[in-house]
């Protein structure tokens, strides 16, 4: 099974360059504001937007050499990401990030979307003092592009409503936007052309949208344990994922409505929570979400195919295996 480690390793040391960086630009002045941030930075998770952008940029660059504009274009997509998940969870009022209290859970609320506006705030600061205006113009519209999937997903989660076509273009907002920029921006970052950078964005994309139908089967087959998440905490949250999709548009009007009519009560009743990850299961809504991962990521390494054989290129292949593969 493929690992981050494995695919790391023609990095691994430009990503610790690349942690030291990050520390030296992103501190706060004040107890409160200085230990969230150290906490958020201290759980930055795999780390897979850097590992993109950078896997991408030395793939690109004629000598495989990646320097501080890399280092840059990581860092901005890295920070949007954690500032985009401390929001969602004061949005989810979810108690816990990667197994550990998420920062409302330990700071409430208020603080954390404070410490997620600082996150964003600073990070815009660096960006605009570096005076490398391309890459930052490049990555700062995905933030706009993210709320609109958090709004789109909060407002059709509240009617329960979530089509094939709305789950598309909620996860391409909301998940596959900032690894496509991921990419991109490592490009961009090494001086690709224009052809290249737009490959790249191509190939985050693709691979973005499987990342999170990929996740969203954990939901269905996965336990807290392994995760770090709670148990079908999507259905608890009456989000209609792939899964699910797959298995409403082939049920009849009744047994619609029965799934359907369990989802709208699985926060405060786990055995519908059960009811509805069983059926999901039973009746190929797993498989049939599957099949549509894999042809993204097929997808994806088609994009690959179009570069030259090198180290980089083989650690973006096997990231579509590994996404192939998850488990957590």
Same mark, same amino acid.
């Given at each position: 099974m493929v690992t981050i480690d494995t695919i790391r390793k023609p990095i691994e040391a430009e990503l610790a360059e690349f942690d030291s960086f990050v520390r030296s630009h992103f501190s706060a002045e004040g107890g409160l504001l200085s230990e969230m941030l150290e906490y958020v930075l201290s759980s930055r998770g795999k780390g897979i937007r850097p590992m993109i952008a950078m896997l991408s940029a030395a793939m690109i660059s004629p000598s495989g050499t990646i320097g501080k504009r890399t280092y840059l274009a990581a860092m901005l997509v890295e920070m949007i990401h954690m500032a985009s998940l401390i929001h969602d969870d004061v949005i989810d009022d979810a108690d816990k990030r990667r197994g550990r209290p998420s920062v409302n859970a330990r700071w409430q609320s208020k603080n954390a979307v404070l410490a997620g506006d600082y996150v964003l705030a600073r990070n815009m600061d660096i960006g605009m003092s570096s005076g490398q205006y391309d890459i930052v113009s490049h990555v700062i519209r995905t933030i706009a592009t993210l709320c609109e999937g958090e709004v789109l997903q909060g407002d059709h989660a509240s009617k329960m409503d979530t089509s094939r076509e709305d789950y598309f273009e909620i996860i391409g907002k909301k998940t596959a936007s900032l690894i496509a920029v991921s990419a991109s921006a490592g490009a961009l970052?090494?001086?690709?052309?224009?052809?290249?950078?737009?490959?790249?964005?191509r190939f985050g994309e693709a691979a973005g949208?499987?990342?999170?139908?990929? =996740?969203?089967?954990?939901?269905?087959?996965?336990? *807290?344990? %392994?995760?770090?998440?709670?148990?079908?905490?999507?259905? #608890? +949250?009456?989000?209609?994922?792939?899964?699910?999709?797959?298995?409403?548009?082939?049920?009849?009007?009744?047994?619609?409505?029965?799934?359907?009519?369990?989802?709208?009560?699985?926060?405060? =009743?786990?055995?519908?929570?059960?009811?509805?990850? *069983?059926? %999901?299961?039973?009746?190929?809504?797993?498989?049939?979400? #599957? +099949?549509?991962?894999?042809?993204y990521l097929q997808r994806a390494m088609s994009v690959l195919s179009q570069f030259e054989p090198s180290p980089y290129r083989e650690s973006l292949t096997q990231f579509c295996s590994y996404v192939a593969e998850r488990e957590k």
């Open positions: 970052s090494v001086k690709g052309t224009p052809a290249q950078i737009a490959a790249m964005h949208m499987a990342f999170q139908i990929a =996740d969203d089967i954990l939901d269905y087959t996965s336990q *807290s344990s %392994v995760t770090g998440k709670p148990v079908n905490a999507d259905i #608890r +949250e009456r989000k209609i994922t792939l899964p699910l999709i797959e298995v409403l548009e082939r049920a009849d009007a009744e047994h619609r409505r029965e799934l359907l009519d369990a989802v709208a009560v699985c926060a405060d =009743d786990p055995s519908k929570a059960e009811f509805v990850r *069983s059926a %999901v299961e039973r009746e190929g809504g797993i498989e049939r979400a #599957r +099949e549509v991962m894999k042809a």
